[in-house]
């Protein structure tokens, strides 16, 4: 028994540091803040997704955010390529933060 | 078309050198394709670091062998019309030679197998190897060539590198490695349609190419590009190693570009400096020169002597050919002394914002504020091509991604967008009346701008696009490449509008011939004299507002205008519909009823304005 708390309660913080660091989370490319490290879950508009694949850019692809211009688009980095996403297109953009900046 | 086309297919071909053959340069935008075709063939072809500034196809010679370029494309498909023209230059070709950059293969190489996936003969051109290695990207040549199946040659275009063994690999040059998994859709597709390149687009649902075989486009677009996207993924893994990745000075400056607090003061500096350049010394300096002292010094009582040899000059013919807006006359001395040094002097700084990569990074900028009027950062390009000439502009629009887009930027170009022509007028008039009045006019334009394209955004049906763009690595231009590419399409500018000046021209001729002209300025004094509280003499300046833009504020230096009327006055001629030039290319781009409303429209906005002013100045 005692065992078993110590464990839960080890994971417990763990998620918590976690969630603390908003890492693990999923959200949109519009939330993402520079220096993230994000993996593409899905792009939900379908001519934006073909046009990103061309780029390099799919599901499963990690990609990191070099930076959000205030109101405006996200910029991402894949590779050497860095993309502008508008803000609209972004939030069809769902992501999961890998790895947030300190 | 080749004027002797051999069409090898897939394979086939003899060994050694393909005789008048066609080969095609292709690759994405800004990986250096102009250089490597001026390097092969010695002559210039423009291509634009701005994916879709152009659509224009150039070809040169290799003894027997014609060079085609494309325009930059991510893919082959039918996403715009760069693609599409360039798709359909690929589908001619003989040997494709696709051109790389080496620092950006995971982008690159989408398009490489797509074309070897066509079945094309192919040899992979490896530039900016030079730069590459700079940065610290090692490509592994010799296991890409293998995974690929075509020559890869390195090469670093601007320095002249690799160019001897590009020439020497295009007799090489095979179909390469396709997908396996894709070759028995393929090798079915192809028997419909005998073509294996066409067979690919069809499965691939490219419209226009399923449309000419009167096939079904396929569907599973998606599933075969996401395969691609798998293999270029590890053909990258295999072939490139990065040995460090530097958080250099180009990376800030990026990110200062963009962000609206360094950003805005970087692109307010820019359009200053632009027009300090293009205001000041081109259209106030230069246009002096060509205009007046060439043109109307020398050409304009030439032609006059000759015509008039021939015809009275106060007949109708007279009038139309050499009178004050003649064919003769005012049509070339527009066209050569004031449009040509401008749209050149546009165009040179317009190349260099392209090569340098700055262009996509003011369209991201840009891009929240122009999302108010239902446009992306894109369109940030027609409308400071717009400030240069409206004409320009227009033509630009053809870049922007839906059709609703390009309504709503042209109408806002033609009715708030003062041409530089304009602004050297509307500046010299203003520099009279102090800081405040400058001030007033400008913030005037920028709250109605505003104004006018909410309304549109609200009132033109559909949806904009969003903003997805490839921010290009900032680098220097290179001042041969900008001269080059500047004079290029400064000559495509022209041919493409002379015909509509010397059409203006002609229109005015005869309302002027007809005694039209003057019942318009009789008409319009009411409105002028009442309504804005100017002299009757400014429905004259109206009138040749249509004309030229400019003509029509200059035709206030005379008229002895305090402060507020001056102010009134400026803000009514720059709202006033656009010059016939512009007027004759909306037509053409955008058809009657656009052109009617658009007029109706600025004319409506231009006197509401330009009246409320001058009740609020106590002027009227």
């Known amino acids: 028994m005692p065992i078993h708390t110590d464990q839960t309660s080890t994971v417990a913080v763990t998620d918590e540091e976690l969630l603390a660091k908003r890492a693990w989370a999923e959200c949109s490319l519009a939330d993402a803040r520079r220096g993230d490290r994000l993996t593409v879950l899905g792009i939900d508009d379908d001519m934006a997704r073909v046009q990103a694949l061309r780029f390099g850019v799919s599901e499963g692809v990690c990609v990191s955010c070099v930076t959000r211009i205030p109101a405006g688009p996200i910029v991402m980095a894949y590779g050497r390529q860095e993309i502008a996403f508008g803000r609209g297109l972004a939030r069809r953009i769902r992501v999961r933060r890998e790895e947030v900046s300190s | 078309m080749s004027r002797c086309h051999t069409h090898g297919g897939g394979g086939g071909a003899p060994e050694g050198a393909p005789r008048c053959s066609e080969v095609v340069l292709a690759g994405n935008p800004n990986v250096g394709k102009s250089a490597i075709f001026n390097s092969l063939t010695g002559s210039y072809v423009d291509v634009s670091n701005f994916p879709g500034t152009t659509v224009e196809v150039v070809r040169g010679w290799m003894g027997e062998t014609s060079l085609v370029d494309t325009p930059g494309v991510y893919g082959v498909s039918s996403f715009n019309d760069e693609e599409a023209v360039a798709r359909d230059v690929i589908l001619g070709a003989d040997v494709v030679v696709n051109v790389v950059d080496a620092v950006h293969l995971e982008r690159d190489l989408f398009l490489t197998l797509q074309l070897l996936d066509m079945g094309k003969r192919m040899v992979v051109a490896l530039n900016m190897s030079d730069e590459a290695r ?31 063994e590009l020439r020497d690999a295009l007799r090489r040059a095979r179909p390469g490695h396709g ?45 075969i590009y996401r395969a691609r996207r798998e293999r270029v993924n590890d053909v990258v893994g295999h072939t490139v190693s990065e040995t460090r990745e530097g958080a250099r000075l180009s990376v800030l400056l990026s990110r200062w570009m963009m962000h609206p607090l360094t950003g805005v003061p970087m692109l307010v500096s820019l359009l200053w400096a632009m027009y300090v350049v293009l205001g000041q010394w081109v259209a106030g300096g230069l246009v002096g020169v060509t205009e007046e002292a060439l043109m109307q010094g020398y050409w304009e009582p030439f032609v006059r002597m000759w015509v008039g040899a021939a015809v009275e000059a106060s007949s109708v013919a007279g009038r139309v050919l050499v009178g004050e807006f003649g064919v003769l006359t005012m049509a070339p001395t527009y066209l050569l002394g004031v449009i040509l040094p401008l749209v050149a002097g546009f165009y ?39 400030l240069g000439c409206v004409t320009m502009g227009t033509l630009t629009t053809r870049i922007l991604g839906s059709r609703r887009e390009r309504l709503i930027a042209t109408a806002l170009m033609a009715i708030a967008v003062p041409c530089s022509a304009q602004i050297a007028v509307i500046a010299a008039l203003m520099a009279g009346v102090g800081p405040l009045y400058a001030g007033v006019y400008i913030g005037t334009l920028f709250v109605l701008f505003a104004m006018v394209g909410t309304v549109l955004d609200k009132l033109t049906p559909g949806t904009s ?152 100045l106590g002027s009227a």
Not at chain 2, 522 to 528: G, H, I, K
Request: hydrophobic content about 55%; overall charge negative.
């Open chain 2, 348 to 386: 040179m700084l317009l190349s260099v914002l392209e090569d340098t990569g700055y262009l996509p990074r003011i369209a991201a900028l840009a891009d929240r504020s122009l999302a108010a009027v239902g446009l992306n950062g894109r369109a940030v390009i027609p409308l400071i091509l717009g």
């Open chain 2, 179 to 223: 997908d396996p998994e894709l070759n028995r859709e393929l090798v079915k597709m192809d028997t419909r349609v005998g073509s294996r390149a066409e067979a690919l687009l069809v499965l691939e649902g490219d419209e226009a190419v399923s449309v000419r075989h009167g096939i079904e486009p396929g569907k599973d677009r998606e599933l």
């Open chain 2, 465 to 616: 696009s969003d903003l997805l763009i490839d921010l290009p690595p900032l680098r220097l231009p290179r001042v041969d490449n900008v001269v080059r590419k500047s004079a290029f399409k400064t000559w495509q500018f022209m041919r493409e509008v002379t015909v509509f000046f010397v059409l203006g021209a002609l229109a005015m001729s005869l309302l002027d011939v007809s005694g039209a002209l003057q019942w318009i300025q009789r008409l319009a004094v009411p409105l002028t004299v009442g309504w804005l509280g100017l002299p009757a003499e400014a429905a004259t300046a109206f009138v040749m507002g249509f004309v030229r833009r400019d003509f029509g504020a200059a035709g206030f230096f005379t008229m002895d205008l305090s402060a507020p009327q001056l102010l009134v006055a400026m803000v009514t001629i720059t709202l006033f519909v656009p010059c016939i030039a512009s007027v004759m290319v909306i037509l053409k781009e955008r058809g009657w009823a656009y052109l009617i409303g658009l007029l109706v429209g600025s004319v409506g906005i231009a006197f509401l304005a330009g009246g409320l002013l001058a009740r609020v």
């Open chain 2, 134 to 164: 700079a940065s610290g990207v090692g490509v592994d040549r010799d296991l890409l060539e293998d995974l690929l199946g075509v020559p890869v040659v390195e090469t670093a275009a601007t320095r002249g590198e690799g160019i001897e």
